[in-house]
Each structure stands twice: as structure tokens, then as C-alpha cells.
T-cell receptor, first 110, second 115 residues
Framework: GESVGLHLPTLSVQEGDNSIINCAYS??????FIWYKQESGKGPQFIID?????DKRQGQRVTVLLNKTVKHLSLQIAATQPGDSAVYFC?????????FGQGTELSVKP | SAVISQKPSRDICQRGTSLTIQCQVD?????MFWYRQQPGQSLTLIAT?????????ESGFVIDKFPISRPNLTFSTLTVSNMSPEDSSIYLC????????????FGQGTRLTVV
């Protein structure tokens, strides 16, 4: 069936470095994508979103890139901080429902 | 953004029993969603709860196992029935934003352990 998946289950970066988290999706009907951050013991928290008619969107320290040709989504975090340590999920909106990817655990070393 | 409260935040239950999880939102929303997150895994949609109609269940989830109520626009419950250890998961409630869009806000989740 249709699915959203992540390339890397874990990512360890040095504080201050940039982080890149990748996501592959397979549903061509997806028109909206969201990145979530989930800290231990908490629900997912919205980070940034992008619509399918865009290929890049920037927020505060975060950038999402969308490549519809290869059905690939990435989240870039600039100057990664210890507070960025969490599990990151991509999700795609398919006919009003969110389908979540596997998740990547980001660990930031001081 | 919506503020979502879930109760209980965690519970340990005996197999064969049932647990009802409550989800309260601080504003009226049309769509409420229930997700399951098994240990170390991603989120899977269980069902969509609409006020005034029966919930819509995703493939692999049935009403007898996960009955849902939606009595008004700010509240919903999910019951996990006849529990087994395989039901040990985090159960999350989410809502769309007040413009009816697509960004979903989540509660903190209910961590269920079945022994």
C-alpha cells in the first residue's frame, strides 16, 4: 500500500552543526506535508509544513525541501541545539488524513 | 492553536479489561482523530470521530475493539476493549485547526501498559 518512510532511523550531530532529516513518500495524491517533533513523553509538535505546489519553505532555523519528482522530503535544522534532540516525523496529507513516516531520532552532542 | 488535554496520561491495566481515554479540546473542532503509537514506532490512525455521526475506522481497526464517542465539538473518548498485552501503546488524540485545515494538534498522549 501507500506509505511514507524515512531513510535514517537515527542521526547524531554535534551542537552547532546543521542537521538534515530525510523522508520518502509514495502517495502521488499527497498535497500537503508536515514535519513534527516528538519529545519523550509528549505528543507530536508541529514544526513546519509545505504544500505540493512549493519546493522549499523556510521557518526559524528550519527549512523543508520537497522534491516531487523523486517523492522526497527533507527537514534541515540550522545550528542544531541540544533542545532539538527528539524524534522527527514527516507526515503527508492524503484526502484529509495524515500518514506518518517511520521517524528519525536526532541526538545532539554538546 | 488548540490546546488538547488527554486523561489518563498513563495507566497499567489487566488483560481482558477495558480502558476509556478522554480527549478535551479548548475550542470547537469539526474533526477529531485517534492515533496509536506502538513502542518505538510511528503513529497509525485508528479512526476519525465526527460529532453527530459514527466514527470512521481505518483498515485493521474495528468499532468493537475501539469504540469511540463524540458527544460534542470539544470532547471525544476512545475505549480500548478486552485488552491484551499487544494493545500496550501510546494513544493520541488530535484535532485539525479551527480553520479546518490540515495542520493537526496533538494531545500529550495516554501511555497504556497491559499486563
Amino acid at each position: 500500500g501507500e506509505s511514507v518512510g524515512l531513510h535514517l532511523p537515527t542521526l547524531s550531530v554535534q551542537e552547532g552543526d546543521n542537521s538534515i532529516i530525510n523522508c520518502a513518500y509514495s502517495n502521488s495524491a499527497s498535497d500537503y506535508f508536515i514535519w513534527y517533533k516528538q519529545e519523550s513523553g509528549k505528543g507530536p509538535q508541529f514544526i513546519i509544513d509545505i504544500r505540493s505546489n512549493m519546493d522549499k519553505r523556510q521557518g526559524q532555523r528550519v527549512t523543508v525541501l520537497l522534491n516531487k519528482t523523486v517523492k522526497h522530503l527533507s527537514l534541515q535544522i540550522a545550528a542544531t541545539q541540544p533542545g532539538d534532540s527528539a524524534v522527527y516525523f514527516c507526515a503527508e496529507n492524503v484526502y484529509g488524513k495524515l500518514i506518518f513516516g517511520q521517524g528519525t531520532e536526532l541526538s545532539v552532542k554538546p | 492553536s488548540a490546546v488538547i488535554s488527554q486523561k489518563p496520561s498513563r495507566d497499567i491495566c489487566q488483560r481482558g479489561t477495558s480502558l476509556t481515554i478522554q480527549c478535551q479540546v479548548d475550542s470547537q473542532v469539526t474533526m477529531m482523530f485517534w492515533y496509536r503509537q506502538q513502542p518505538g514506532q510511528s503513529l497509525t490512525l485508528i479512526a476519525t470521530a465526527n460529532q453527530g455521526s459514527e466514527a470512521t475506522y481505518e483498515s485493521g481497526f474495528v468499532i468493537d475493539k475501539f469504540p469511540i464517542s463524540r458527544p460534542n465539538l470539544t470532547f471525544s473518548t476512545l475505549t480500548v476493549s478486552n485488552m491484551s498485552p499487544e494493545d500496550s501503546s501510546i494513544y493520541l488524540c488530535s484535532v485539525e485547526d479551527e480553520q479546518g485545515w490540515t495542520e493537526a494538534f496533538f494531545g500529550q498522549g495516554t501511555r497504556l501498559t497491559v499486563v
